[in-house]
């Protein structure tokens, strides 16, 4: 059975700690967490520090990228395979150990919410042929659909990601934001969004722009950005009008 340790209990900790620990042919050894409380399962060995690590097979570090320097350079094992989970680190951060790697996961998680699905893939990154069997074993025994892609391939990835999902569900905020401040319930506009998300599995995101600047629309144009005057959202606003006015027509605002 692969012993595993997993270093953090943020959002991709919490992720990793439930799947895991509910997974009977993969053994979760232990959890270092630097909060002061967490509650961890009883059966899972809670290090009060990095020093305590003990030898396993894999370790996970799980902890947000500005903090994956420091957790490599404080954790000390001369065994195993250590691997972290960010889309936008080096797998070379991680080249004082041995045997060593990525695993990506292509999607938004949060501990708040469970997600809807696990149907995403996983991107892996290896610097040696033992570190490459470990990931793939665990990946494979968890049933995850996963890629080789190298540092570079998984950086342009995880900037797509945050245009694709971040950007997009910061847009949504300033959509409920205006709706609701003029009283019109934003579940109105889920149908809406509902389509835009079947559209882009189905079709090439450029062929079904839709919209008032793809128009040339310019009077329809000036009045949104009449009723957003106000709104610190009329520079995104127009920037993006700008992109897509540019992209299919070449003009400008």
């Keep these: ?86 889309g936008s680190i080096e797998m070379n951060v991680l080249n004082k150990f041995k045997n060593h790697g990525v695993i990506y996961p292509v999607q938004t998680i949060s501990k708040k919410n469970k997600l809807n699905n696990d149907s995403f893939p996983f991107l892996i990154e290896s610097n040696n042929s033992s570190s490459r069997k470990i990931i793939e074993d665990i990946l494979n025994i968890s049933k995850a659909n996963y890629h080789y892609f190298s540092s570079e391939k998984r950086l342009i990835t995880h900037l797509g990601a945050v245009i694709s999902n971040n950007f997009v569900n910061h847009l949504n905020y300033f959509s409920k934001k205006i709706l609701e401040e003029n009283n019109i319930d934003f579940n109105i506009l889920k149908p809406l969004i509902k389509e835009t998300t079947y559209k882009i599995n189905k079709f090439n995101p450029i062929d079904v722009q839709t919209g008032p600047a793809i128009r040339n629309d310019i009077s329809t144009i000036r009045k949104h950005q009449k009723l957003l005057s106000n709104s610190n959202f009329i520079e995104t606003y127009n920037i993006i009008s700008n992109s897509i006015l540019k992209l299919y027509s070449d003009e400008k605002l």
């Design 1 to 86: 059975m692969i012993e595993i340790i997993l270093i953090g209990s943020g959002n991709l900790g919490c992720y990793f700690l439930d799947k895991l620990y509910s997974n009977e042919k993969l053994k979760l050894k232990g959890l270092y967490t630097r909060k002061k409380s967490f509650d961890c399962p009883k059966n899972i060995k809670l290090y009060k520090s990095i020093n305590e690590i003990e030898k396993a097979d894999l370790y996970i570090i799980a902890v947000s990228d500005k903090s994956i320097i420091e957790v490599s350079k404080s954790l000390k094992v001369n065994s195993g395979c250590v691997v972290h989970t960010s």
